[in-house]
């Protein structure tokens, strides 16, 4: 079980995206403006991030790049979501510090599987990120 912070400003995405990171037994944490969501990364330290990249006002690579220079938060993992997968894309994404992203409209096998895989990934000091 990961604490996941979703920054999303579109209800139906955040409830689809909350659904299937809850059913599979992950403590969702939610914003729907990036200021919120950098708060919230600050204040409960996620394991994992979701960023959607259109946001009013701050976008979501802004936030990215912030989170990232951050001492506290540049060590969680942010994944990008996105509608504007286009050549070159991927390359702003990294960029700004994302380190993956996926295309809108999502898979939500696909992004369970992903978020699942960067998890399992270990982190700075040896442990599993959920560990
Ligand atoms: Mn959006």
Redesign the pocket.
């Known amino acids: 079980m990961a604490k996941i912070l979703v920054i ?3 209800a139906v995405n955040m409830t689809l995206i909350s659904a299937v990171l809850g059913i599979n037994g992950h403590v969702v944490l939610g914003a729907r403006l990036a200021l919120d969501g950098i708060a919230l990364a600050c204040s409960e330290a996620p394991d994992l991030i979701l960023m ?1 990249i ?2 009013p006002g701050m976008d979501g690579l802004e936030a990215t790049a912030i989170l990232k220079g951050a001492g506290a938060t540049a060590h969680i993992p942010v994944v990008a979501l996105t509608a504007f997968a286009m050549k070159g894309d991927e390359a702003r994404f990294r960029a700004a510090g994302c380190d993956e992203y996926m295309a809108k409209p999502y898979d939500y096998v696909e992004l369970l599987a992903l978020v699942e895989m960067i998890l399992g990934r270990p982190s700075a000091d040896g442990r599993a990120a959920d560990g």
Do not use: R, V
């Open positions: 999303e400003d579109n959607d259109e946001l």
